[in-house]
């Protein structure tokens, strides 16, 4: 395909600003699926079937348009992760594309998330056409909007397309602002082969699915290619276009967007970034900026009940197979018996895998406290990576402690801004800066990962009212006097519970999950001391204390089938419950001791 009828692009918004419906209604109007292709589709509909993983995952698109100047042209749609963790392919996907439609909900205004990925494709030097969407709703307001993209991000809008992707209003001016607002890719198809590796995935049927943009040369089926940064080579078993239905075809050559498989096994064979190349003829030199997304926020993932430690495995072994960027190692703990401690990008991604566990393979969980990757200076010199809070080592062979300091960027409207400032101070936040445009103010903020692992963002979001976004990237590592706190319950240790703490902080979060602990522990038959402690010192402690009468003591013994009622939801109960020494201790503790209000 000629270069000049060629146009890719992605789109960047805030969550719920209407990104889905908006590339639905692009794919409709061109009607991607054409006619001819139907039949064949209906003829196979096991493909169909087989395929629809993909299309789920894989938002990316190719469009055919016939445009208003009586041209046709191919528009490549490549979908990029939407949250905040996944910067790094957000950033990759930027790369393999040459311009953006920045939509805005015309009733809101810029949020945080819109800020990250606008400047995301600033970056990677995107044309970019601003798009109003949600303009049939009473409280659009586009004019205010448009000023607002200028103030708050900085760029022209005011030819911004105003539309509504729910009712269709504007769609075919986005098409046209796609073909004539956007530039066309560039690229030597006589060049070696050099495409980018954007996504990829798993599929049941096809295995390791890749998607790529060639920049130049052309790849063709069969060929034998190469990825750069991995060496590993790979005979090309099919090469399609994205309908979003796989659509074989014979040949991508430069700006063409497509996927192959190539009997890959696994998805982490493939590393979103790197450059493929032809075996036999290489090009020269691999794209630039291709650096593997390493974990930063661990956990212990546990059991609730022992005997499913192999669904365990066998479940993240699965979830892997789509998920190259979570790690998973197995962890012993004394409290909690076998499981695994899980790495993953960021917060939602540790989110998203815990709920994937939980409802898509039915297992019950214990989450261990969320923590960072301390960097621990020896007083020998070493460098030690901490994973694991429980795995402190004695603090006498220590010289001092880093952690992982990121930058936060809040967008709210000022009446809460007082209750954001708070919050981050709260959390050893330390001011970047400070704006306003029009009634919501941008507060920037240095922060402690470790802060914000836990419950941040649910804080954030309940002294706003839900009125604020956030976006974070991390910024380095400082060193600051941190230490380790522990928790024990009935005078054990409580692994599961040990976290690393700013020392300052340590007495009020000590208080703050003992005081927890004793309201989300059952009372038991004796007196439980629970205990904060730094080393052997303790800081806090609370008593929860014995239980007087038998819980169906109430029932008065006379109706039996009430007595037998609560018996079981007491036995359903303990279903939830781990050992601890002698103390029985629910899963939601785990969780719940740590939230700091
Ligand atoms: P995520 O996929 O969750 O990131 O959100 P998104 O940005 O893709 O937004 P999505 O397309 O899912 O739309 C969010 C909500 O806004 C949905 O309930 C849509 O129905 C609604 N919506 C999208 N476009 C419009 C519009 O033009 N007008 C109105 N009134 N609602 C819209």
Known sequence: TDLDRIRNFSIVAHIDHGKSTLADRLIQLTGTVAERDM????????????????????????????????KTYILN??????????????????????????????????????????YQAIDADHEIVPVLNKIDLPAAEPERVKENIEDVIGIDASDAVEISAKTGLGIPDVLEAIVHRLPAPKGDRDAPLKAML????????????????????????????????????YKLDRLSVLKPQMVDIAELGPGEIGVFTASIKQVRDTKVGDTITHDKKPCAQALPGFKPSIPVVFCGLFPVDAADFE????????????????????ETSAALGFGFRCGFLGLLHLEVIRDRLEREYDLDLITTAPSVVFKLHMKDGEVIDLHNPADMPDLTYVDHIEEPRIKATIMVPDEYL?????LCQDRRGIQMDLTYAGQRAMAVYDLPLSEVVFDFYDRLKSVTK????????????????????????????????????????????????CEKLKDLIPRHMFKIPIQAAIGARV??????????????????????????????????????????????IPQSAFIAALKMD
């Open 39 to 70: 039949k064949a589709q209906l003829l196979d509909a096991m493909d169909i079937e087989r395929e629809r993983g993909i299309t789920i995952k894989a938002n990316s698109v190719r469009i055919e348009y016939p445009a208003k100047d009586g």
């Open 77 to 118: 749609l490549i979908d990029t992760p939407g949250h905040v963790d996944f910067a790094y392919e957000v950033s990759r996907s930027m790369q393999a594309v040459e311009g953006s439609l920045l939509v805005v909900d015309a009733s809101q205004g810029v949020e945080a998330q819109t800020l990250a990925n606008v």
């Open 198 to 233: 954007v996504d990829s995935w798993y599929d049941s049927y096809l295995g390791v699915v890749v998607l790529i943009r060639v920049m130049d040369g052309v790849v063709k089926k069969g060929d034998q290619i190469k990825m750069m940064k991995t060496g590993a080579t």
């Open 311 to 330: 669904a365990l495995r066998d479940a993240i072994e699965k979830l892997q197979l789509n998920d190259a960027s979570f790690s998973a190692e197995m």
């Open 418 to 422: 007082g209750d954001v400032l708070k």
């Open 466 to 513: 839900g009125y604020a976004s956030f976006d974070y990237s991390l910024i380095g590592y400082r060193e600051d006097f941190l230490v380790k706190m522990s928790i024990l319950v009935n005078d054990e240790p409580v692994d599961a519970l040990s976290i690393m703490v700013h020392r300052d902080r340590a007495e009020a979060r000590g208080r703050a999950m």
């Open 539 to 584: 800081i806090a402690r609370e008593t929860l204390s014995a239980m007087r009468k038998d819980v169906t003591a109430k029932c008065y013994g006379g109706d039996a089938t009430r007595k037998k009622k609560l018996l079981e939801k007491q036995k359903a109960g303990k279903k939830k419950m781990r050992q601890f020494g002698k103390v029985e």
